[in-house]
């Protein structure tokens, strides 16, 4: 690699480190009060928090052992308008802070669950997928997901989600989405600087990876506490 792409990459990696060290101050919320909350959640996400994997369709996420805070922010995103979607925004508009913030605690607390979406991968599409996640692809200034999203893409804090174990269908619309300039809620356009860079074989690939993997530990949360 040469100067002149190592100096984009670079940039690249400090404003994710930049952003994963500003991480907000989260309500503390009640996960016994967001079990109530968090009733209607469940048509889409599930009773367990697992969500759903579409294939063709509109995937749910799993919301079950995500960082709390990084659910906060995404329903005040929906509430706000600062995150687009038509299913959510409905929700997140009716619920006050402090039920965002019970919610929130309610579906960190729970125990992670299987993703699907990634199983009738062939063996060359994972190998491109774990390339991604774990090295990057230099030469297209893609840096590898595990900059900002940590070690075995557990999470890191309230920015970073989160993204092994997640629904193959999930990752990819989302990734498209900031490819697309249809999502912007990401801290510096990190996500959209990246995923622009990605074909769509290459967003396949790492959404088909990290749904095949396991989390090999549960994920500090912004409070400092594993899910249980």
Known sequence: MNKKQWGKVSVLISACLAAGAAFAEV????????QAAAATCTACHQANGGGMN????????????????????????FKEGRRQNASM???????SDEQIADVAAYYSQMPITPAQGGESASEAVLARGQQLAERGDWDA???????????????????????????????????LAWKNDERSNDPQNLMG????????EDIQAVSAWYAT?????QPVNSAGEAAQ
Not at 27 to 34: K, L, S
Not at 89 to 95: H, R
Not at 213 to 217: F, I, N
Request: proline share 6%.
């Open 27 to 34: 309500q503390e919320g009640d996960a016994q009060r967001g």
């Open 213 to 217: 993997q396991t989390v090999s530990e």
């Open 193 to 200: 600087a990246i995923a622009k860079r990605m074909s769509e």
């Open 89 to 95: 925004m409905p929700f997140a508009s009716m619920l």
């Open 141 to 175: 200034y893609i840096v590898s997901c595990k900059s900002c999203h940590g070690p075995g893409g557990n999470g890191a804090g309230s920015d970073f989600p989160a993204i092994t174990s997640q629904h193959a269908g999930y990752l990819s619309s989302q990734l």
């Open 54 to 77: 579409i294939p063709g369709g509109e995937s749910w996420p799993r919301l079950a052992g995500l960082d709390a805070g990084y659910i906060v922010k995404q329903l005040h995103d």
